[in-house]
């Protein structure tokens, strides 16, 4: 549970999703958080203090995601974590352990607000 935003979460994921859904490349940041889309359709929500990772969309199609949101407070429910590379974004999902190796994405900028 993170306090004190000043930010509605729910309105930054529909924003990212809409812009994989239009295979629009963006990068956001709110709060502690980092959203970000990418002209292939994917979309992602990341913790970077805890390297924590929730897909929100895949080929531009939404993918759900279990948050929380009061007007001071936010809790997410994290599918899994991240690690980046080089060049490469890992995705480890935490119920299957299944990896995902992903090139392609904005990995230096994520490193540097990281």
């Given at each position: 549970?993170?306090?004190g935003k000043d930010f509605r979460l729910?309105?930054?994921?529909?924003?990212?999703?809409?812009?994989?859904?239009?295979?629009?490349?963006?990068?956001?940041?709110?709060?502690?958080?980092?959203?970000?889309?990418?002209?292939?359709?994917?979309?992602?929500?990341?913790?970077?203090?805890?390297?924590?990772?929730?897909?929100?969309?895949?080929?531009?199609?939404?993918?759900?995601?279990?948050?929380?949101?009061?007007?001071?407070?936010?809790?997410?429910?994290?599918?899994?974590?991240?690690?980046?590379?080089?060049?490469?974004?890992?995705?480890?999902?935490?119920?299957?352990?299944?990896?995902?190796?992903?090139?392609?994405?904005?990995?230096?900028?994520l490193a540097q607000l990281g």
């Amino acid at each position: 549970m993170v306090e004190g935003k000043d930010f509605r979460l729910a309105g930054e994921i529909e924003y990212i999703q809409r812009r994989a859904a239009e295979h629009d490349g963006r990068l956001v940041t709110v709060g502690p958080l980092i959203l970000f889309s990418t002209d292939t359709g994917d979309a992602w929500l990341l913790d970077p203090a805890e390297h924590l990772a929730a897909r929100l969309a895949r080929n531009g199609d939404p993918e759900p995601i279990y948050f929380e949101e009061t007007d001071t407070n936010f809790a997410i429910s994290w599918k899994g974590s991240y690690r980046i590379e080089g060049d490469t974004f890992i995705y480890i999902d935490k119920d299957s352990g299944r990896i995902v190796s992903v090139l392609g994405y904005p990995t230096r900028r994520l490193a540097q607000l990281g």
